[in-house]
């Protein structure tokens, strides 16, 4: 009797999740992207923006979900940010413009 309730109230969990997930499958799938953009864009407004030091932008970059790879191109003042199997960058194009992600 125990397991049949138990069984049921797992069944009906799981049914929720998948429902909570198939309405928020455009906003799940766009998570990856959101990790590297973040960070490349933040971490070029900080350096080249802000003219904060590298260390410092690092870690007010630095979050709970891990980034792969990280490239900070000085002379191009470009940023390059791998995380989640995906890679966005920035670039400061200017005192006026700031950064923007490269599409």
């Known amino acids: 009797m125990k397991r049949n309730v138990l069984l049921t ?16 499958r455009v906003a799940l799938r766009a998570f990856p992207d959101i990790i590297s953009a973040y960070t490349a864009k933040e971490y070029c407004s900080c350096r080249y923006v802000m003219q904060q030091p590298a260390e410092y932008c690092r870690g007010y970059v630095k979050q709970s979900v891990p980034t792969s790879d990280f490239f900070d191109t000085p002379e191009a003042k470009r940023v390059t940010v791998s995380g989640l199997g995906r890679s966005n960058s920035a670039q400061w194009l200017g005192e006026r413009q700031g950064c923007r992600l490269e599409p």
């Not at 109230?9 to 928020?24: G, N, R, Y």
Request: proline share 0%; glycine share 0%.
């Open 9 to 24: 109230l797992l069944s009906v969990l799981l049914i929720a999740l998948l429902s909570w997930m198939w309405l928020e």
